[in-house]
T-cell receptor
Framework: DTEVTQTPKHLVMGMTNKKSLKCEQH?????MYWYKQKAKKPPELMFV???????INESVPSRFSPECPNSSLLNLHLHALQPEDSALYLC??????????????FGPGTRLTVL | AQSVTQLGSHVSVSEGALVLLRCNYS??????LFWYVQYPNQGLQLLLK??????LVKGINGFEAEFKKSETSFHLTKPSAHMSDAAEYFC????????????FGQGTRLTINP
C-alpha cells in the first residue's frame, strides 16, 4: 500500500465550529506532515511529526492543533477558524527524517471552506 | 537564502510539442531534487527524483529531468505534450534546510493547446 488517505474530501465549517481532519498511511513511514495550500501557491509546511512526536511547528496559530495518536494516523483539530484559513490541507508522509533525503508521499487533500 | 526558482509561472505549448519547465536551486552542495505534479483539486504526485545517482532521471508519464551541477538546474522535459499533461508542476529540494523540509518552487502551470 503506497497511499496516503485523507478524510473528509471537503469540509465546510463556521467560525465557531470544531472539526477534525484525518490522515492515514500504511507504508510504515515514521514522519508525517501537514501542509496548507492556497490557490496558485505551493504547499506551506505547518507541522512535522517524527516517531509520533511533534518535530516542527511553523508558528501555526493555536486554532490548529495537530495530533499523532500512532505511527499510521495524523489528525488536525480545527477550532475557531477564520475565513482566511480556507484552503486545501495536504497530509504527507516520508520514511523518516534521517539524512537529507526527504521523499514525501502526499494525500489527495481536504478542501476546507470557513464561512 | 537557499531557495528554488521556477522560471515561468505559466507555460503554454501545443499538443505534440516539446515541454520544458525550468527549475534552478541555490545550494553549496548538491541537494536532493524532486518534481511533483498537481492536477486540479488533487494532491501532489511525484514525477521523478534526483538522488545523486544518474544525472538524467526518467520519471512517470514520459517526463525526464537532467541534473546539471554547473548550472544548478534540474529542468523537466517531455518530448511530446499530451492534453492530459495540463497541470501545476512543482520543483522541490530537500537537504537545504535539514531533512525535515521540502523547499518548493512557486510552481509552473502547464497549459496544452489542441
Amino acid at each position: 500500500d503506497t497511499e496516503v488517505t485523507q478524510t473528509p474530501k471537503h469540509l465546510v465549517m463556521g467560525m465557531t465550529n470544531k472539526k477534525s481532519l484525518k490522515c492515514e498511511q500504511h507504508m510504515g513511514h515514521r514522519a508525517m506532515y501537514w501542509y496548507k495550500q492556497k490557490a496558485k501557491k505551493p504547499p506551506e509546511l505547518m507541522f512535522v511529526y517524527s516517531y509520533e512526536k511533534l518535530s516542527i511547528n511553523e508558528s501555526v496559530p493555536s486554532r490548529f492543533s495537530p495530533e499523532c495518536p500512532n505511527s499510521s494516523l495524523l489528525n488536525l483539530h480545527l477550532h475557531a477558524l477564520q475565513p482566511e484559513d480556507s484552503a486545501l490541507y495536504l497530509c504527507a508522509s516520508s520514511q523518516d527524517l534521517s539524512g537529507n533525503y526527504n521523499e514525501q508521499f502526499f494525500g489527495p487533500g481536504t478542501r476546507l471552506t470557513v464561512l | 537564502a537557499q531557495s528554488v526558482t521556477q522560471l515561468g509561472s505559466h507555460v503554454s505549448v501545443s499538443e505534440g510539442a516539446l515541454v520544458l519547465l525550468r527549475c534552478n536551486y541555490s545550494s553549496s552542495v548538491p541537494p536532493y531534487l524532486f518534481w511533483y505534479v498537481q492536477y486540479p483539486n488533487q494532491g501532489l504526485q511525484l514525477l521523478l527524483k534526483y538522488t545523486s545517482a544518474a544525472t538524467l532521471v526518467k520519471g512517470i508519464n514520459g517526463f525526464e529531468a537532467e541534473f546539471k551541477k554547473s548550472e544548478t538546474s534540474f529542468h523537466l522535459t517531455k518530448p511530446s505534450a499530451h492534453m492530459s499533461d495540463a497541470a501545476e508542476y512543482f520543483c522541490a529540494v530537500s537537504g537545504l534546510q535539514g531533512a525535515q523540509k521540502l523547499v518548493f518552487g512557486q510552481g509552473t502551470r502547464l497549459t496544452i493547446n489542441p
